[in-house]
């Protein structure tokens, strides 16, 4: 048996990808602003830049994850 076992920890991927709001949604950045940005038009990338909200079936996963970023 690990040394941490019953412990809960942050998993530190899920922590620096993912934000829990008060009211409990989790918040995601979008994908594809990375790099080819030249052929993309510009409120195509000032629309990737916001923040959006997780799919419904992947928050229990992520706040499962994260168990002191939430109640």
Not at 1 to 9: P, Y
Request: hydrophobic share 40%.
């Amino acid at each position: 048996m690990s040394k941490n076992a019953g412990i809960a920890k942050t998993r530190k991927a899920y922590a620096k990808r993912f934000k829990i709001t008060a009211t409990g949604k989790v918040l995601r950045r979008k994908q594809g602003k990375r790099h080819i940005l030249q052929n993309k038009s510009r409120k195509r990338k000032r629309n990737l830049g916001k923040v959006a909200l997780v799919a419904a079936v992947d928050v229990k996963a992520i706040k499962a994850n994260m168990p002191f970023s939430h109640r």
